[in-house]
């Protein structure tokens, strides 16, 4: 006679992702270093984000990255060209970074040499919500052109960032989008969240995420 267990596989894993997230903040913060994770759909602008919050910021802060997705290289270049320390992430098919590929990604960085690190997340808004890398700040991007329902029909992503920038909005009306509307749904999911509204095209709402950073 065959017994049957129930076996929480879910959570023995998220748990053991979260004490190697806990390894990776203790890391960063032996070498003084803001972790930035920044995650989105594809297209929302989170490469873009992160490339203009370089040419920023690049004169004053030492700053590396960690590109995450199916295939790195691609983003990954895109910073490289901006002279800054960067690791490629594969996740082959898995959609979305884990605490595991981040300690890798980080014991290849120079991270006696940074500051800050931002770390592009995979391209959707579903994985990557249940784990934790050891970042210390959580931002959300999205974009109007996904709909001005994307962030009611994702509570579990927005509930858990630190930041959420609705990106775009320069295009809201020609694509029929009310970014208000999705500042207020974020703001019902998480309450004590900070969200910006930002045309990463015109620059409008830039000013406000760089002092997030500083404020991190």
Do not use: Q
């Not at 890798?104 to 808004?125: A, Q, T």
């Not at 009611?152 to 990106?167: G, M, Q, R, V, Y």
């Amino acid at each position: 006679m065959h017994t049957t267990e129930d076996i929480s596989i879910g959570y023995d894993v998220l748990e053991a992702n979260k004490k190697l997230a806990r390894n990776n903040r203790t890391t960063l913060e032996k070498y003084g270093i803001t972790a930035f994770n920044i995650m989105g759909a594809i297209g929302s602008g989170k490469t873009l984000l992160i490339e203009k919050t370089i040419g920023r910021l690049g004169d004053s802060y030492r700053i590396g990255a960690i590109a995450g997705d199916v295939v790195a290289r691609l983003d990954a270049s895109r910073f490289e060209k901006l002279g800054i320390p960067v690791i490629g992430l594969n996740t082959g098919k898995e959609c979305h970074l884990d605490a595991h590929l981040v300690e890798h990604g980080l014991s290849k960085l120079p991270l006696d040499k940074l500051d800050i690190l931002f770390i592009e997340n995979v391209g959707n808004l579903i994985c990557p919500a249940d784990f934790e890398l050891g970042e210390h700040k959580r931002i959300v991007i999205v974009s109007v052109s996904e709909g001005d329902d994307i962030v009611e029909k994702h509570p579990l992503i927005f509930s858990t960032a630190d930041l959420i920038i609705i990106n775009k909005i320069d295009i809201a009306e020609a694509v029929n989008a009310d970014a208000d509307k999705m500042v207020r749904d974020a703001r019902i999911i998480n309450p004590r969240i900070d969200v910006l509204k930002m045309s990463l095209k015109t620059g409008e709402g830039f000013d406000k995420w760089v002092e997030f950073i500083f404020m991190a």
